[in-house]
């Protein structure tokens, strides 16, 4: 299958600082990428899905001006995690789907773990 | 709106024993169902996905699933459990429109295979 690569894969960082993670399509082109949160013992939570080249729609209650996702190419998308709290500590995961139709598999990346002190 | 339902947290089986997790979905339109399978500290793998073609769907490391309308149910089964199949799986459903052609996940199950 397709790989869909995430970098960093764990990060820790100080309160109040921004947090950037990258999500990479190594094989395919990915029109649309999704970025999810994962608490411990806990199922995915859709944040948003990015379109590339056009501004991310994300879930209700998501901080769009806290969480900033750029999906610049078919091949990149980045989640920001801006002004970063220990609340945000979470493992996030993103998806790659080549097309639009809902049985087109999402391919997952392997998670980033973040740590916010 | 779709939703999906996985009854039952936790599941401990005996390695050779069956394997089944079941999982109930809602769904206003035909779904399109899905199970993952997600292993420590890692991204999910696909395990299978129904696409509306055969009820029964065959997948990956010998599980498969079917798709029962009547039920609204696409349970997971594996005839002879490994302790490799210790995991975390996600049972999810897409609309075919509508919902963004967004996945929805269940709250998973937690797989645990004994001696």
């Known amino acids: 299958g397709a790989v869909v690569s995430q970098h960093p894969s764990r990060v820790i960082c100080k309160s109040g600082t921004s947090v950037k993670i990258e999500c990479r399509s190594l094989?395919?082109?990915?029109?649309?990428m999704f970025w999810y949160r994962q608490f411990p013992k806990q199922s995915l939570m859709l944040m948003a899905t990015?379109?590339?080249?056009?501004?991310?729609?994300?879930e209700q209650g998501v901080e769009k001006d806290k969480f900033l996702i750029n999906h610049a190419s078919l091949t990149l998308s980045t989640l920001t995690v801006t002004s970063a709290h220990p609340e945000d500590s979470s493992f996030y995961i993103c998806?790659?789907?080549?097309?639009?139709?809902?049985?087109?598999?999402?391919?997952f990346g392997p998670g980033t773990r973040l740590t916010v002190l | 709106a779709q939703s999906v339902t996985q009854l039952g947290s936790h599941v401990s089986v005996s390695e050779g024993a069956l394997v089944l997790l079941r999982c109930n979905y809602s769904?206003?339109?035909?779904?399109?169902l899905f199970w993952y399978v997600q292993y420590p500290n890692q991204g999910l793998q696909l395990l299978l996905k129904?696409?509306?073609?055969?009820?029964l769907v065959k997948g990956i490391n010998g599980f498969e699933a079917e798709f029962k309308k009547s039920e609204t149910s696409f349970h997971l089964t594996k005839p002879s459990a490994h302790m490799s199949d210790a995991a975390e799986y996600f049972c999810?459903?897409?609309?075919?429109?509508?919902?963004?052609?967004?996945?929805?996940f269940g709250t998973g199950t937690q797989l645990k295979v004994e001696l």
């Open positions: 769904s206003s339109v035909p779904p399109y």
């Open positions: 129904y696409t509306s073609a055969a009820t």
């Open positions: 998806s790659a789907r080549g097309g639009l139709a809902s049985y087109n598999e999402q391919f």
């Open positions: 990015s379109n590339e080249g056009s501004k991310a729609t994300y």
């Open positions: 094989d395919f082109q990915a029109t649309t």
């Open positions: 999810a459903v897409s609309e075919i429109t509508g919902g963004g052609n967004k996945l929805t």
